[in-house]
């Protein structure tokens, strides 16, 4: 449970970050960075699994909280007819962000001491 609950926060403090600052992010170049970024915190030993990176896990975060109304997503077509999506976190959801972090925050810990 610890690899889902370490991507989650993280995915979840990145929208935390972005809440009210009007910014349009492409979903494959955030998932990128992310990805990227949990990797370096596994490297330094802030989570403790390596598959708290994975990219799929990534996407299957943000799709979950743009279910959850804390994303917005934008899908434009190219040129050469792929989609390119964008994403923004509305200010609007900043509480609802703020509360959900608090139970994720509780729930690692509860799983942390319970592990040992």
Do not use: W
């Given at each position: 449970?610890?690899?889902?609950?370490?991507?989650?926060?993280?995915?979840?403090?990145?929208?935390?970050?972005?809440?009210?600052?009007?910014?349009?992010?492409?979903?494959?170049?955030?998932?990128?960075?992310?990805?990227?970024?949990?990797?370096?915190?596994?490297?330094?030993?802030?989570?403790?699994?390596?598959?708290?990176?994975?990219?799929?896990?990534?996407?299957?975060?943000?799709?979950?909280?743009?279910?959850?109304?804390?994303?917005?997503?934008?899908?434009?077509?190219?040129?050469?007819g792929n989609s390119t999506i964008f994403m923004r976190a509305p200010s609007e959801s900043?509480?609802?962000?703020?509360?959900?972090?608090?139970?994720?925050?509780?729930?690692?810990?509860?799983?942390?001491?319970?592990?040992?």
């Open positions: 449970m610890v690899p889902l609950i370490d991507t989650y926060l993280i995915t979840l403090m990145m929208i935390d970050n972005l809440n009210g600052k009007n910014l349009v992010i492409k979903v494959k170049t955030l998932v990128k960075e992310l990805h990227v970024g949990i990797k370096y915190l596994y490297s330094q030993g802030c989570i403790p699994m390596l598959h708290s990176c994975l990219k799929e896990t990534i996407m299957t975060a943000l799709s979950r909280f743009m279910q959850m109304g804390l994303l917005q997503y934008t899908a434009y077509l190219t040129k050469k900043q509480s609802k962000v703020r509360e959900l972090l608090d139970r994720l925050q509780k729930d690692r810990n509860f799983d942390k001491k319970h592990q040992d």
